[in-house]
């Protein structure tokens, strides 16, 4: 498989890196990630990274071109390599200008949904996509991490583990994190730039204990409506960060918050016990067996997805 995907990369002078909707700090890790060591590894290779901005993770870097900014020519990508991490869902892709490249890559490490690569590199056993990227780094002689792509990679990692929480956190984890901190990142530098938060995100998480859902089948949740949002002055990835908020408590195995984004409401879906990717897939989204994203067409469709969640539990 690396061979495969080296082969690609050796093959075009431009290459575009695409991720995910509302990116995360996985997707931008294994973004940035992957640009940092094909850049080392070929210096005359024109890489892009294009997609959203995200200022929860904005140390990580921005987007060479910006979705929604970019005035750029369909010639642009047509002859270039298209790859694409950390997404299962073809429409789920922030720039669907990657169909214009004249190859696709696919890496991912969450439950196959859409086949849309010439190449596919989908593993689930990885926690994050970062790791995917590190450990592709280790195994290809010809890419070298710097410390701009450590830094990525191991945010990825961190970001999409829980901080090493979550299950599948394995040996080789903690190997690829090792490997990033000897390449330069710092552990108390990602840390602080992950931890500022401002006086409404306090007042917000006192919201958040004050305001959650319990039902009697042992699901938590907790709506955030676009008021809501604007009272504590919060952009969506503030909103949806306090998700593990509701984690950890006793008799309630599955939890989620609701978040209204214009016209639709964006669930972030978690559990400690049942499975609950296949809720999410009922609701518009994917992901994996305990964390998975989903959408509702209107705040109506509430009452048939708790239904939904009550059924696994």
């Not at 080392?40 to 071109?65: L, M, Q, R």
């Not at 390599?81 to 073809?90: F, G, Q």
């Not at 500022?196 to 859902?213: A, I, S």
Request: some cysteine; charged content about 25%.
């Amino acid at each position: 498989m690396f061979k495969e995907i080296l082969k690609k990369i050796k093959k075009y002078q431009r290459i575009i890196i695409y991720g995910h909707v509302r990116p995360d700090g996985d997707c931008y890790g294994a973004q940035f990630g992957l640009q940092n060591i094909i850049k080392n590894a070929f210096p005359e290779k024109d890489v892009f990274v294009t997609g959203e901005t995200s200022d929860f993770v904005s140390f990580v870097g921005t987007p060479d071109i910006i979705v929604g900014e970019s005035n750029l020519e369909d010639s642009f990508y047509q002859d270039s390599l298209s790859i694409v991490v950390d997404t299962a869902n073809k429409l789920r892709i922030s720039n669907q200008k990657y169909m214009l490249g004249q190859e696709i890559i696919k890496i991912d490490h969450h439950i196959p949904v859409d086949s849309y690569g010439d190449v596919e590199w989908v593993d689930t056993n990885f926690p994050s996509c970062a790791q995917m990227i590190a450990y592709m780094s280790t195994q290809v002689k010809e890419f070298e991490v710097t410390k701009p792509g450590a830094v990525a990679m191991y945010t990825g990692i961190l970001t999409d583990t829980g901080r090493f929480k979550y299950r599948g956190v394995s040996e080789l984890t903690h190997q690829m994190a090792g490997m990033l901190l000897t390449k330069g990142a710092d552990v108390e530098e990602i840390d602080r730039a992950m931890s500022n938060e401002t006086l409404d995100m306090l007042r917000f998480k006192g919201f958040v204990y004050q305001n959650f859902v319990t039902t009697d089948k042992g699901f938590i949740y907790l709506k955030i409506t676009d008021k809501i949002r604007q009272e504590f002055n919060l952009t969506y990835e503030e909103a949806s960060s306090v998700v593990n908020m509701l984690s950890g408590i006793k008799g309630f195995d599955v939890w989620a918050i609701f978040i209204e984004d214009g016209d639709l409401v964006r669930v972030r879906l978690r559990s400690s016990g049942p499975d609950i990717d296949k809720v999410a897939n009922l609701f518009n989204g994917g992901g994996h067996a305990k964390a998975s994203g989903a959408a509702l067409n209107s705040w109506d469709e509430l009452d048939d997805f708790i239904k939904a969640v009550h059924a696994i539990l």
